[in-house]
């Protein structure tokens, strides 16, 4: 029933193992579904152009651990072959623990692991490092074999297959030194596949690689989907009808257009996000900054996810009416809903990686400069009421941004975040129409704020078209701070 694809840490190869098979089958002719532990948004995206089918990711923190077997069991029984890239080292979870974990999400399914071991500078102590892993439990873990990344030659190949056949541990193959394995990165993980220029001729030279380095005979029934069960119900419809505080109304007239901002800056989005509005009743409609884009007509609801604006801040700030339409949206109290990169468009101004400020929409009181890293799983706990939070109410997200707000004009106090190794501390934004944070929420994991949103959006009239929605000279209005604003 399909298998998991850990490491001993990050940097091993799990990606590269998961993207050389993926090529391979899609080669074949056959659908491999794709799925990746944990809250990534980079990896998925190469997994899913790659295999041809939506990554999904497996994150029990964030979605809980029903969700992630409905998921798994649902995308997986639709293909033809499945596949779990882990996260991070097979044991890493939330904190010094394994909760949340790559062993954790395989003990949870009953995956077998595959472990990818980087073994550059290793020979017979390659047997003690994968004895430690394939024995170290809990969570349990079977060991299905090993591949092994980055072997310089025959003999040292010869060598590390004696070490793990001392331990009775299969090796199914080996990553060679090899050009098309070599993925740029920068500071939030590797790059998008729209900036893999050679992607299509990696693709072929990754099929190529499985077909000459792995052991397929041993691998392709690892790969082995579940079987499809009788009266399974899609998890988006299983996640609205368990989690919703009340059925949704009855829409008359068609979807409402929600626009979501979508480029080269904001790309950072769980695909269960659009499908979820989709099921309230509203349809989710790309917008771009970055090409300086009015609001779609009849917008009802605006989505900033996150991604890379430190990277494109120049290009933001000269795209005054996209600017001006934010401003325009949120004076007129359109639904704005903001996350990690979204928040940083909302400020006064936005720095750039080398210093230099350029002005943003102004609608939040703050200017965002390159800091501290910031990563890791927040508990927050929601302290006023606003857009999409009640008092009291609990959600799981997680943080990873390098960029930090100074001059902050009094944070809005959305809700206190509690993780391990940082302290408590109040966090984001929020009014009736307004609701903007740091935190990356999975909505699977938390469905009553697409429902909430859709509610917003229905209460609400479509932002009326302005002369200066066709001007990108026109001056962009102030938002009125209102209360947490």
């Known amino acids: 029933m399909a298998c ?15 993207l050389c098979l993926a090529a391979w089958a899609r080669a074949q002719g056959r659908r491999l579904q794709p799925f990746k532990v944990g809250p990534d948004y980079l990896d998925p995206q190469l997994l899913s152009r790659v295999s041809g089918l939506t990554c999904r990711n497996l994150d029990p923190l964030l979605c809980g651990p029903e969700w992630l077997e409905r998921c798994f069991a649902w995308h997986s029984s639709r293909a033809d072959l499945a596949l779990v890239e882990g996260v991070m080292g097979l044991f890493d979870g939330r904190g010094p623990s394994s909760e949340g974990s790559s062993a954790a999400v395989a003990a949870q399914l009953e995956l077998p692991v595959v472990l990818v071991v980087e073994a550059s500078r290793q020979a017979g102590s390659l047997a003690a490092l994968v004895r430690g892993f394939r024995d170290h439990g809990p969570p349990p873990v079977h060991l299905a074999g090993v591949v ?4 310089g030659s025959e003999r040292h190949h010869a060598l590390l297959r004696e070490a793990l056949a001392s331990i009775a541990v299969p090796l199914l193959g ?7 394995l070599e993925l740029p990165s920068r500071h939030l993980g590797l790059l998008p596949p729209g900036e893999l220029h050679d992607l299509e001729l990696r693709q072929e030279q990754w099929a190529e690689l499985a077909a000459r380095h792995l052991d397929l005979a041993r691998l392709e029934p690892l790969l082995a989907p579940p079987a499809r069960q009788a009266g399974a119900e899609n998890p988006i419809h299983w996640c609205l009808r368990a989690h919703l505080e009340a059925p949704l109304p009855e829409l008359g007239g068609g979807p409402l257009p929600v626009a979501i901002a979508s480029d080269a800056a904001f790309h ?3 695909p269960e996000a659009g499908e979820l509005l989709a099921a309230v009743g509203l349809e989710p409609v790309p917008w771009s900054p970055l090409a300086d884009e009015a609001l779609p007509p009849g917008c009802r609801a605006v989505l900033l996810p996150g991604g890379y604006p430190e990277l494109h801040a120049a290009q933001l700030a000269a795209s005054r009416r996209s600017l001006g339409e934010l401003a325009r949206a949120a004076a007129a109290g359109l639904p704005l809903v903001a996350e990690c990169g979204g928040l940083l468009l909302l400020g006064s101004a936005l720095s750039d990686a080398e210093g230099r400020p350029h002005r943003m929409a102004g609608i939040l009181p703050f200017h965002a400069q390159k800091g501290a890293l910031s990563l890791g799983y927040r508990e927050a706990k929601a302290t006023t009421s606003g857009l999409l939070v009640r008092p009291g109410e609990r959600f799981c997200g997680h943080e990873f941004h390098r960029w930090q707000l100074e001059s902050v004009a009094g944070s809005g106090g959305l809700w206190q975040l509690e993780g391990w190794g940082t302290p408590t501390r109040s966090e984001g934004w929020t009014a009736p129409n307004v609701h903007a944070s740091w935190l990356h929420l999975h909505w ?9 949103l859709a509610a917003a ?7 009326p078209t302005s002369a200066a929605s066709s001007n990108p000279t026109s001056p962009s209005p102030r938002f009125s701070r209102s209360a947490g604003v």
Request: proline share 13%; glycine share 8%.
């Open 174 to 180: 080996v990553l060679p030194h090899h050009p098309s």
């Open 148 to 151: 092994l990344n980055q072997v």
């Open 457 to 463: 959006a229905r209460r609400g009239a479509p932002l």
């Open 444 to 452: 699977a994991g938390c469905p009553v704020i697409p429902s909430r």
């Open 268 to 270: 950072f989005r769980y």
């Open 4 to 18: 998991l694809i850990a490491a001993p840490s990050s940097g091993s190869g799990k990606t590269l193992l998961s």
